[in-house]
């Protein structure tokens, strides 16, 4: 069992920054996929980004890339999502999400892949 506790969110303006952070427990944290989902009111949950469990391979959704990151810290066992330039659309509740990965660096899109979420962090970006 892991569970994940989100925090950084909160209200920035638009083209503000925001560092969310991911805190696992257990001791399994680097045997698994970490990725971060958002949810914005009347919307589903839309896929943000994703890291292998050793951190070499990450994957960002068309519609953050070039301003977000994903990184982790798995003596930590901590994920990050770095937002830059933030955007009135990227109001969201922003979840984080592990998926255990036995085999390897593999990387995971879709929000039935993932075995365990947080309760999420708010982020709300003001135009």
């Known amino acids: 069992q892991v569970q994940l506790v989100e925090s950084g969110g909160g209200l920035v303006q638009g083209g503000g920054s925001l560092r969310l952070s991911c805190v696992a427990s257990g001791r399994t944290f680097s045997t698994h996929t970490m990725g971060w989902f958002r949810q914005a009111p009347g919307k589903e949950r839309e896929f943000v980004a994703a890291?292998?469990?050793?951190?070499?391979?990450?994957y960002l959704g068309d519609s953050v890339k070039g301003r977000f990151t994903i990184s982790r810290d798995n003596a930590e066992s901590t994920v990050y999502l770095q937002m830059n330039s933030l955007k009135s659309e990227d109001t969201a509740v922003y979840y984080c999400?592990?998926?255990?990965?036995?085999?390897?660096?593999?990387?995971?899109?879709?929000?039935?892949?993932?075995?365990?979420w947080g309760r999420g962090t708010q982020v709300t970006v003001s135009s």
């Open positions: 999400a592990a998926k255990r990965a036995p085999f390897g660096d593999i990387l995971y899109r879709g929000r039935n892949a993932y075995d365990y």
């Open positions: 890291i292998s469990r050793s951190g070499g391979d990450t």
